[in-house]
């Protein structure tokens, strides 16, 4: 009896080792819906290789991370568009009001658009003379909150939409966020989980379709109406961690340089890097970056962006440019412009 027991042990911490092994290797890749939710949003953060939940502090920290609100002191919309790669485009637009000891308010739209395609058929492989369309949303609300001059919360809740031709899939998601700013060196620390939600199940007209239940037997009703049952797919949830440090060099001349680590639910880990060198009181800044390190046949990589700001008393402008590299797939362009009033 006691040598079956030590021999069943064994084997169960075996099984349990290679189970953790093998979930390790298996990184789900392509396994998420709503993909559209993991591209960044904002030159400067792809500028800066998307090292940014803990720098996030415009209305673009709607996406990177929403504790970094708290820190608006002045009302702020943003408006960001990405050229991505065979006619697609990612559009962003946000609006954040800070509210005094109450906290920050916000509310943003994301979305992903493409050219219209023509319909194809096993009989009309060139087309039937139709089109359709496959386009992406998001549509969210956003709060955060100083809990100390130092500490701050912040949450976004975003209702989630995916279509294609007269099909949809429908669903909500939520992001925390924290940013501390440490004693340490003047170091800033942050944490954000994005997209934990509900899971996305494509529905519709495209998916009705008329079935015999069974052909083998005459005068029964052969023209059923039933809908194909298609799989539910989780969203593409990210827990990131990030570090920052501010280093005045002389004057109004400083260089921001950032680190960021994720882990997502559809890849394999990666690190951001990424920094900032500003010029002449912000007037002028220049960022570089690099995306997804030591991730496993990672496809980006290098990121080059320059901002242009300008303040008067009343309203602050800023412009940003942002280039990334892409292996396979072509590089890509991001304009964005920011006001604060």
Same mark, same amino acid.
């Given at each position: 009896?006691?040598?079956?027991?030590?021999?069943?042990?064994?084997? $169960?911490?075996?099984?349990?080792?290679?189970?953790?092994?093998?979930?390790?290797?298996?990184?789900?890749?392509?396994?998420?819906?709503?993909?559209?939710?993991?591209?960044?949003?904002?030159?400067?953060?792809?500028?800066?290789?998307?090292?940014?939940?803990?720098?996030? %502090?415009?209305?673009?920290?709607?996406?990177?991370?929403?504790?970094?609100?708290?820190?608006?002191?002045?009302?702020?919309?943003?408006?960001?568009?990405?050229?991505?790669?065979?006619?697609?485009?990612?559009?962003?637009? &946000? @609006?954040?009001?800070?509210?005094?000891?109450?906290?920050?308010?916000?509310?943003?739209?994301?979305?992903?658009?493409?050219?219209?395609?023509?319909?194809?058929?096993?009989?009309?492989?060139?087309?039937?003379?139709?089109?359709?369309?496959? /386009?992406?949303?998001?549509?969210?609300?956003? =709060?955060?909150?100083?809990?100390?001059?130092?500490?701050?919360?912040? @949450? %976004?809740?975003?209702?989630?939409?995916? %279509?294609?031709?007269?099909?949809?899939?429908?669903?909500?998601?939520?992001?925390?966020?924290?940013?501390?700013?440490?004693?340490?060196?003047?170091?800033?620390?942050?944490?954000?989980?994005?997209?934990?939600?509900?899971?996305?199940?494509?529905?519709?007209?495209?998916?009705?379709?008329?079935?015999?239940?069974?052909?083998?037997?005459?005068? %029964?009703?052969?023209?059923?109406?039933?809908?194909?049952?298609?799989?539910?797919?989780?969203?593409?949830?990210?827990?990131?961690?990030?570090?920052?440090?501010?280093?005045?060099?002389?004057?109004?001349?400083?260089?921001?340089?950032?680190?960021?680590?994720?882990?997502?639910?559809?890849?394999?880990? !990666?690190? /951001?890097?990424? &920094?900032? $060198?500003?010029?002449?009181?912000?007037? $002028?800044? $220049?960022?570089?970056?690099?995306?997804?390190?030591?991730?496993?046949?990672?496809?980006?990589?290098?990121?080059?962006?320059?901002?242009?700001?300008?303040?008067?008393?009343?309203?602050?402008?800023?412009?940003? !440019?942002? !280039?990334?590299? !892409?292996?396979?797939?072509?590089?890509?362009?991001?304009?964005?412009?920011?006001?604060? =009033?």
């Amino acid at each position: 009896m006691f040598n079956k027991k030590i021999i069943i042990s064994f084997l $169960l911490i075996i099984t349990l080792c290679t189970i953790n092994v093998l979930s390790k290797e298996v990184d789900k890749t392509g396994t998420t819906a709503g993909k559209f939710l993991s591209i960044g949003i904002g030159p400067r953060a792809i500028g800066m290789g998307g090292a940014y939940t803990s720098l996030s %502090n415009d209305a673009s920290a709607m996406y990177w991370n929403p504790a970094g609100l708290s820190f608006l002191q002045r009302n702020e919309a943003m408006f960001s568009s990405n050229q991505l790669f065979a006619d697609i485009k990612l559009t962003f637009f &946000g @609006v954040a009001i800070p509210a005094g000891d109450i906290g920050t308010f916000g509310a943003s739209v994301t979305a992903l658009t493409m050219g219209d395609m023509f319909v194809t058929t096993e009989n009309y492989p060139e087309g039937t003379g139709e089109t359709f369309s496959a /386009n992406s949303y998001a549509f969210g609300l956003s =709060f955060a909150k100083k809990i100390t001059e130092d500490f701050s919360v912040g @949450v %976004n809740i975003k209702y989630v939409t995916e %279509n294609i031709y007269n099909s949809n899939a429908n669903g909500f998601a939520f992001d925390i966020g924290t940013i501390f700013h440490t004693p340490f060196w003047g170091i800033n620390f942050s944490s954000n989980i994005a997209n934990y939600g509900s899971k996305l199940q494509m529905s519709g007209e495209d998916l009705l379709t008329r079935h015999d239940p069974d052909p083998t037997r005459a005068g %029964n009703n052969a023209t059923v109406d039933v809908n194909y049952a298609t799989d539910e797919f989780e969203l593409p949830l990210r827990l990131q961690i990030g570090i920052s440090k501010e280093i005045s060099l002389f004057d109004d001349h400083k260089l921001t340089i950032a680190v960021d680590a994720a882990h997502p639910n559809d890849n394999s880990q !990666y690190v /951001n890097l990424g &920094g900032e $060198l500003s010029l002449f009181n912000d007037l $002028l800044c $220049l960022r570089g970056g690099y995306k997804q390190l030591f991730m496993k046949d990672n496809q980006e990589g290098l990121t080059l962006g320059v901002g242009v700001h300008y303040s008067l008393n009343f309203i602050a402008v800023g412009f940003d !440019y942002a !280039y990334q590299q !892409y292996k396979y797939l072509g590089n890509t362009h991001s304009f964005g412009v920011n006001i604060k =009033f």
